[in-house]
């Protein structure tokens, strides 16, 4: 079993930056990536981010160049570093860990993230 907390959701302007940790618990070996998905109110969840465990990363077109995603294994977390925000990057966040066996996805509980001025 593998546990995903997020946390840095907020309230930012648009042009803002916000910042994103995903803190993983549990079994991590058999997880091959890990990544970020939103979903707005009515809408369905849409990729964001990813990088696999050989650090290859990426990223949905709506947010290349303004978001970064990174891992650092030793503290099991994931970052989404979010620049140059929009009202549409309004929506929440969810932390994803892909399996390798049997295809398993382990999400996060999400964190809202609202831009606005």
């Known amino acids: 079993q593998v546990q995903l907390v997020e946390s840095g959701g907020g309230l930012v302007q648009p042009g803002g930056s916000l910042g994103l940790s995903c803190k993983a618990s549990?079994?991590?070996?058999?997880?091959?990536?890990m990544g970020w998905y939103r979903q707005a109110a009515g809408k369905e969840r849409e990729f964001v981010a990813a990088?696999?465990?050989?650090?290859?990363?990426n990223y949905a077109d709506p947010v290349k160049g303004r978001f970064t995603v990174s891992r650092d294994n030793a503290k099991n977390t994931l970052y989404l570093q979010m620049n140059n925000l929009k009202p549409e990057d309004t929506a929440v966040y969810y932390c994803?860990?892909?399996?390798?066996?049997?295809?398993?996805?382990?999400w996060g509980q999400g964190t809202q993230v609202t831009v606005s001025s």
């Open positions: 549990g079994n991590m070996k058999f997880i091959q990536a």
């Open positions: 990088v696999n465990n050989g650090g290859q990363r």
């Open positions: 994803l860990a892909h399996g390798s066996s049997f295809g398993s996805d382990y």
